[in-house]
């Protein structure tokens, strides 16, 4: 599987609006439902599940990259994209460190499996010290667009 | 009888690697378990978080292992490359000295499901 398989690319954020986690998970699946990978109705139910799965358990891993995610009855086929924050956002991470990178992933409930696969994917590429120093570094939507096809090019292993 | 060529000199090595292992069980005690992913949704992240905060309770040192995949079971970025989906075998090892204590809490957790539906 590849990262441009679940990364929306007319989606992804370089410069996030919200400074809070609850503001930015909101934003970020907006952008998703205003390019058309959700419906409207969707986005607060999605939003919800998203704040009370944070809750239960950062997704914030470290190293200034979080990755919230939630398998949702909404979602007929996984879908994600990558928003970045300037000002840091708190995320509640292993580390404590604010987060810089956030990359939101969405899956239908009944593929588990499918889930792993594209987590795997994306922490083969977030593990690396230059993949992340270059997301968060990126200024604008052609350069993480670029970044993505890159990695997805690399030899899988 | 003649000795072998060599043999005083293996005999040496050979004292020498027992107590080269007696002072390696003291100060690098390795344990070793294999578990299953029980749990439906598999090791993903919440489990993962699970894992890695209770690995880092311990200091001794906790890889695990999927095939010829080793990761760092501190690393939740490198637990997730297991991906370990139900019924997945894997082996815990744990280096230190509480290696014990540590492999049997982190194979009783992966063993429970982390408390997920199996």
Redesign the interface.
Known sequence: MKLSDFIAEDSILVDLTATDRNGVLREIVQSLADHGHLNQDDVEPIVRSLIHRENQGSTGFGKGVAVPHVKHERCKGMVGTIARSSRGVDFAALDRAPVYTIVLLLSPQDEPDKHLEAMENLFRHLQKDTFRKFLRQSTTVEEIVDLIREADETPAR | MKPRPGSHISAAAGRWKVLQDTVEQQTNKEVLRQVVIRN???????PV??F??LANRFPCEVQVRKGKLQVDGK????M???????GTVLQLVAVGDDADQAATALAKLVESGFGEEM
Do not use: F
């Not at chain 2, 997730?80 to 139900?86: D, G, I, V, Y």
């Open positions: 439906r949704q598999g090791l993903h992240a919440r978080m699970q890695v905060d690393s939740p970025m490198e997730m490359l297991l991906e370990a989906t139900q």
